[in-house]
T-cell receptor, first 117, second 111 residues
Framework: DTGVSQDPRHKITKRGQNVTFRCDPISEHNRLYWYRQTLGQGPEFLTYFQNEAQLEKSRLLSDRFSAERPKGSFSTLEIQRTEQGDSAMYLC???????????????FGAGSRLTVL | RKEVEQDPGPFNVPEGATVAFNCTYSNSASQSFFWYRQDCRKEPKLLMSVYSSGNEDGRFTAQLNRASQYISLLIRDSKLSDSATYLCVVNHGGATNKLIFGTGTLLAVQP
């Protein structure tokens, strides 16, 4: 598998439930990003990992959101007590660190679409 | 003010037309610039990087004006398959190299 994989692709849940999304980045990529995208908007940055370290979190990420990358490979994004406003596409992306022309270019997964009823 | 601003469109153009998209960014420390393409209900994919000297890839030409903090994308001889949303993307700078996306400009090429 040479791409970024996300699971599940679609999730429908009731308000108040917890949901978890998984991202498997490109294996040699050490940087992993989570973005959120709503209709008519560009992707909004949520958080960033370099290897297993979470180095930045957006103010968009409330206390109900938590992300992990325990072994520096796959990552999970959990949303607790979901609200209707959490409905969005959650995109994971990975990249390499380096000075080559391909470094810092993000490769996105297909996304996990969340619908909160 | 948004960090990256684009005209959301839509731009409706006939096949064969030339169309230009513009984008401005607010962070003067930004060092890398890109155009991504996003098809309906798909993930964004890199179209091209934008270099200070300007660069061309087939029918696509990207330009950067650091003094004005302005980026452009020109598409010549538009094809039906060019219909998509074009996202202007700027590296925020700093240690994380996070990319900041504009809202995107929707292009619809008509037969």
């Amino acid at each position: 598998d040479t791409g970024v994989s996300q699971d599940p692709r679609h999730k429908i849940t009731k308000r108040g439930q917890n949901v978890t999304f998984r991202c498997d980045p490109i294996s040699e990529h050490n940087r992993l990003y989570w973005y959120r995208q709503t209709l008519g908007q560009g992707p909004e940055f949520l958080t960033y990992f370099q290897n297993e370290a979470q180095l930045e979190k957006s103010r968009l990420l409330s206390d109900r959101f938590s992300a992990e990358r325990p072994k520096g490979s796959f990552s999970t994004l959990e949303i607790q007590r979901t609200e209707q406003g959490d409905s969005a596409m959650y995109l994971c992306a990975s990249s390499n660190r380096g000075r080559s022309s391909g470094a810092n270019v993000l490769t996105f997964g297909a996304g996990s679409r969340l619908t909160v009823l | 003010r948004k960090e990256v601003e684009q005209d959301p469109g839509p731009f409706n153009v006939p096949e064969g037309a030339t169309v230009a998209f513009n984008c401005t960014y607010s962070n003067s420390a930004s060092q890398s610039f890109f155009w991504y393409r996003q098809d309906c209900r798909k993930e964004p994919k890199l179209l091209m990087s934008v270099y200070s000297s300007g660069n061309e890839d087939g029918r696509f030409t990207a330009q950067l004006n650091r003094a004005s903090q302005y980026i452009s994308l020109l598409i010549r001889d538009s094809k039906l398959s060019d219909s998509a949303t074009y996202l202007c993307v700027v590296n925020h700078g700093g240690a994380t190299n996070k990319l900041i996306f504009g809202t995107g400009t929707l292009l619809a090429v008509q037969p």
